[in-house]
């Protein structure tokens, strides 16, 4: 069993920067391919990044040279650092943990609770 708990979340200008942290309880923390999804009003999950513990990461198209994930794995977390965020990155971000390398949703077997994101124009 997997523990996620997001946070970092809030309100910032568009051009603004927020930085999201998943904390995962367990030891297998390393093994877990670590994902970020974002669901705004209205509108379906959608992948955002992911990355393993050997360094790989992937990026959704509308984020890429903004958005960043690392992890850590000596303390069991991932963080997904947003650059000049936008108006339409507004959603809930969710951290999901999975056991293959992914970009779908189904794929995850642990989730966050979701942590907000608010980009003001």
């Known amino acids: 069993q997997v523990q996620l708990v997001e946070s970092g979340g809030g309100l910032v200008q568009a051009g603004g920067s927020l930085r999201l942290s998943c904390a995962a309880s367990?030891?297998?923390?390393?093994?877990?391919?670590m994902a970020w999804f974002r669901q705004a009003p209205g509108k379906e999950r959608e992948f955002v990044s992911v990355?393993?513990?050997?360094?790989?990461?992937l990026y959704t198209d509308s984020v890429k040279g903004r958005f960043t994930i690392s992890r850590d794995n000596a303390k069991n977390t991932v963080y997904l650092q947003m650059n000049k965020l936008r108006p339409e990155d507004t959603a809930v971000y969710y951290c999901a943990a999975g056991s293959v390398w992914s970009t779908v949703q189904r794929n995850y077997d642990y989730w966050g609770q979701g942590t907000q994101v608010t980009v003001s124009s």
């Open positions: 367990g030891r297998t923390f390393s093994t877990y391919y």
């Open positions: 990355t393993w513990m050997g360094g790989s990461t």
